[in-house]
């Protein structure tokens, strides 16, 4: 145990939707800079959790402490701020960015949305883009016009430039060509030693979840079967 508070607290976190309960009195702690693996089959409640953790559907019961502020009690007004803190990067790289905007842009428009695009700001994209290993020229490019393994690059240069302190890694990599799945996820333990992020990763490969992970966790119907 970290002498540090976690930076995410999860604790009794239940989801509902009509009769089914999704997401059954959840808990768990991730600290800075940690990976923290969420798996268990299909239909499990995996996303549930991690969209109620997101704040993206608000859970029915439960607290989820972020950075020491608990998330359920406040307004949508009161979250914004919060959000960038705490990005989701998902399964289908394509799906996550829109086909009609540039790479470029697409970055540009996370700090633009943060009030954080200023003179550097075209410097600040290239930065980012350099960062997860995509050349300039990618920037001019739309995301059909991308690999899969680059796209996801690019949807993980969008999340950093908020400047988050967690990234939701839900399937990251598994729609992902096998000769580039070790390339990104190389790149994300980069940026986690680089920038201290911490990661809660949905992922159903073993073998991944065992190389990338510093803790894992297994759900069941709806409920952690360890913690
Ligand atoms: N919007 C929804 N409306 C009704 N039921 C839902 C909804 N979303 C999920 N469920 C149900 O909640 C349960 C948990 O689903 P969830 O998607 O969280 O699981 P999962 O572990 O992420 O699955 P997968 O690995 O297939 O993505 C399932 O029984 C699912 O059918």
Not at 179 to 208: M, P
Request: with cysteine; net charge neutral; charged share 25%.
């Amino acid at each position: 145990m970290s002498a540090n508070p976690p930076l995410l607290e999860v604790r009794d976190l239940v989801v509902r939707y009509g009769e089914v309960t999704a997401v059954d009195h959840v808990s768990f702690t991730l600290d800075a800079g940690e990976t923290l693996a969420l798996n268990g089959p299909s239909g499990c409640g995996k996303s549930s959790t991690v969209t109620a953790v997101l704040q993206l559907r608000r859970p029915d019961s439960g607290e989820v402490r972020f950075e020491g502020q608990e998330l359920t009690k406040l307004t949508e007004r009161e979250l914004r701020p919060l959000r960038p803190r705490m990005q989701p990067v998902f399964q289908d790289p394509y799906g996550s960015l829109s086909p009609r905007r540039r790479i470029r842009d697409a970055v540009a428009e996370a700090l633009r949305v943060q009030g954080r695009w200023d003179a550097t700001g075209p410097a600040r994209v290239a930065g980012l883009l350099d960062r997860v290993g995509l050349a300039p020229a990618y920037g001019d490019r739309f995301p059909h016009e991308l690999s899969g393994g680059q796209c996801q690059r690019a949807g993980i240069a969008r999340a950093l430039a908020s400047d988050p302190r967690l990234l939701v890694l839900d399937e990251p990599v598994s729609a992902l060509d096998p000769s580039v799945r070790a390339g990104v996820l190389n790149l994300l333990a980069d940026l986690q030693d680089e920038l201290g992020l911490a990661y809660l990763f949905i992922c159903h490969d073993r073998a991944v979840v065992s190389h990338f992970a510093d803790r894992s966790i297994e759900m069941r119907s709806g409920r952690l079967t360890s913690a």
